[in-house]
């Protein structure tokens, strides 16, 4: 009954033109949005479609199930047991691929073929069943795991300069790590702090959905116009679409119900105190990076293991794949809060789920992470032990 009548509410609002946004019934519209599976345009329902007509999935909740990260176990044919891994696809500037976009799809519409098939190799991440021929020259390819969405609106409640007090890029303290900031172009011919992404290009929460919007389900918003996603494809121009380049198929009411809706979705619980934990962490150099937590905008904390910056982690840690003004092999520190989860569903930690548990994490981390990895390797076997069961808590 109660999904019925969250479901009404997403028709009547779709119906009836923009809504005021926040409060309970903004966050139950934003929780059906999400779970909702959108289906091709033309349809009965005009308020359900528009969906591809090349997609990664048909919902939000399937890549983010029970808003956790993907898991990342593979099948026996190679291909991944749940949905939510993808291949992001880049020159070494970040540029998409001319035949491919940013992201292969590996669904389509009826009528439509998929653009590929990610399959998972003894030596890699592959494309097979080309739709369009081979990448261009240049190109290269990087997996990607859905992350978790526990305590992402925390993420926003960040002042910029809590995040910019952290900035080093000389590395003036010679600790080995220049964390910088990825400063983004607006509209305006300005620049903002991006923190939200893997590579911390997402300068707000409404964007990052609008971008998912665009290379996982195909469909357009107001900060997304393109009608066939990321599809450059004559074919997906002429598809049927549920929307045009001034009424996108998502309106800009319902993009804000969504962000509604994640932002009220709590992170992780804390850790409790583990005073040789936290100890160990610190002296290991982790928290150089995995900063424990960040002050909120009203006083309060942020608890969420980052400081939200590129860290350049070497060779290891190339990702194939990059984004407009960030080296392959740079991310954003990834916010270790949750991890406990990551690791109860076997879900895989890194950018591509490579690493099955922390010590394998952490054996990958060179260039600035190279100095916290030389320490938790020449920890006492006791120490490791009681950091690890630290990491592994939170």
């Not at 779970?35 to 399937?62: H, I, K, M, Q």
């Not at 590579?199 to 665009?214: H, N, R, Y």
């Not at 190339?318 to 392959?328: F, H």
């Not at 922390?358 to 490791?384: K, N």
């Amino acid at each position: 009954m109660r999904r019925a009548l969250a479901l009404a509410a997403v028709l009547l609002a779709s119906a009836s033109g923009a809504w005021a946004v926040g409060g309970d019934l903004s966050r139950t519209i934003g929780k059906a949005l999400f779970e909702r599976a959108w289906v091709s345009a033309p349809s009965s329902t005009l308020a359900n479609d528009g969906l591809g007509p090349l997609f990664n999935a048909r919902a939000c909740a399937y890549c983010h199930q029970g808003l956790d990260r993907a898991i990342s176990e593979v099948g026996g044919d190679g291909s991944f047991t749940q949905p939510g891994m993808i291949l992001k696809l880049s020159d070494g500037e970040g540029r998409a691929d001319a035949a491919y976009g940013a992201q292969l799809q590996t669904a389509a519409v009826s009528g439509v073929s998929p653009e590929g098939r990610l399959v998972m190799t003894p030596h890699g991440a592959e494309a097979r069943d080309l739709a369009f021929g081979a990448f261009a020259p240049g190109t290269h390819a990087g997996v990607r795991a859905a992350p978790s969405l526990r305590g992402v609106g925390r993420i926003a409640d960040i002042p910029d300069a809590a995040i910019l007090a952290h900035v080093d890029p000389d590395d003036r303290d010679g600790d080995g790590v220049s964390g910088r900031a990825n400063m983004i172009a607006d509209s305006k011919g300005g620049q903002a702090l991006g923190r939200f992404g893997l590579k911390s290009s997402g300068v707000t929460l409404t964007e990052q959905i609008e971008t998912a919007f665009s290379l996982d389900l195909g469909m357009s918003t107001p900060g997304r116009t393109a009608l066939a996603g990321d599809c450059v494809q004559d074919v997906c121009r002429a598809a049927p679409h549920g929307g045009t380049e001034d009424a996108p198929e998502i309106r800009h009411d319902l993009v804000a119900m969504l962000a509604d809706y994640l932002a009220s979705v709590p992170p992780p619980p804390a850790a409790g105190g583990d005073a040789e934990g936290t100890r160990l962490f610190a002296s290991t150099g982790c928290a150089s990076c995995h900063t424990p937590s960040l002050p909120d905008s009203s006083g309060g904390a942020v608890a969420a293991f980052s400081d939200l910056l590129l860290h350049d982690l070497g060779p290891g840690l190339d990702g194939g794949a990059t984004e407009p003004g960030v080296l392959r092999t740079e991310w954003r520190t990834a916010p270790l809060w949750g991890i406990s989860r990551a690791l109860a569903t076997r879900a895989g930690l890194l950018h591509d789920g490579r690493a099955k548990d922390v010590v394998a994490a952490v054996d990958l981390h060179g260039g600035e992470g190279e100095g916290a990895r030389a320490r938790f390797t020449a920890l006492p076997e006791g120490e490791r032990t009681a950091l690890l069961r630290y990491v592994e808590g939170l």
